[in-house]
């Protein structure tokens, strides 16, 4: 069965903190893709981040930051720097390889206080 | 850019009433996708769609179905709302799995009274 966990429910920094979103998956394909998106207070989910699982090379956008490592089967995400804009609902996702279908881990709240 | 609309951002129905949910892609994607979404649960996938009068169950598609009569447009419909399928509901469309990167409509919120 595919599964994806985010252990932190709820996590409150102050700006220009760096911050780390945890993620662990557990899938028996040997082809997956994993996802990060960002759902801000209007609702909409933005994508992030699409990693396929035989890349394991981390990917940094501007103050974004993903560690992929399949030994522990883990994607984590940092935002360095963080900004009150960055306050918002983090899905990390798992999909198999010839599906469209996400399974989604529970989601993380992350508030930046100015 | 990929667009994924949905008919309404904010719904009230009340105990009983049959409910449409629509959501409409303007990609040509072969795939669409409905989730909830509920508090300390992620999203979880109801039905989804890989071609035009396709359908396949979800992980939780007690109470639902669906309808998929044009390629664009997938349909979500609860035949008798009831008050525990108060939630989010959001839709999602892509066109080759493989490849693709799945694109979310702006949700729908239901309360069902």
């Known amino acids: 069965a595919q599964k994806v966990t985010q252990a932190q429910t709820e996590i409150s920094v102050v700006e220009k903190e760096d911050v780390t979103l945890d993620c662990v998956y557990e899938?028996?394909?040997?082809?997956?893709?994993l996802f990060w998106y960002k759902q801000p207070p209007s609702g909409e989910l933005v994508f992030l981040i699409r990693r396929n699982s035989f890349d394991e090379q981390n990917e940094i956008s501007g103050r974004y930051s993903w560690n992929f490592q399949k030994s522990t089967s883990s994607f984590n995400f940092t935002i360095t720097a963080s900004q009150v804009v960055d306050s918002a609902v983090y899905f990390c996702?798992?999909?198999?390889?010839?599906?469209?279908?996400?399974?989604f881990g529970q989601g993380t709240t992350l508030q930046v206080k100015p | 850019d990929v667009k994924v609309t949905q008919s309404s951002r904010y719904l009230v129905k009340r105990t009983g009433e049959k409910v449409f949910l629509e959501c409409v892609q303007d990609m040509d994607h072969e795939n669409m996708f409905w989730y909830r979404q509920d508090p300390g649960l992620g999203l979880r996938l109801i039905y989804f769609s890989y071609d035009v009068k396709m359908k396949e169950k979800g992980d939780i598609p007690e109470g639902y179905s669906v309808s998929r009569e044009k390629k664009e447009r997938f349909s979500l419909i609860l035949e008798s709302a009831s008050t525990n399928q108060t939630s989010m509901y959001l839709c999602?469309?892509?066109?080759?799995?493989?490849?693709?990167?799945?694109?979310f409509g702006p949700g729908t919120r239901l309360t069902v009274l």
């Open positions: 899938t028996r394909d040997t082809t997956y893709y």
């Open positions: 996702a798992l999909r198999g390889r010839n599906t469209g279908k996400l399974i």
């Open positions: 999602a469309s892509i066109g080759a799995p493989s490849t693709d990167t799945q694109y």
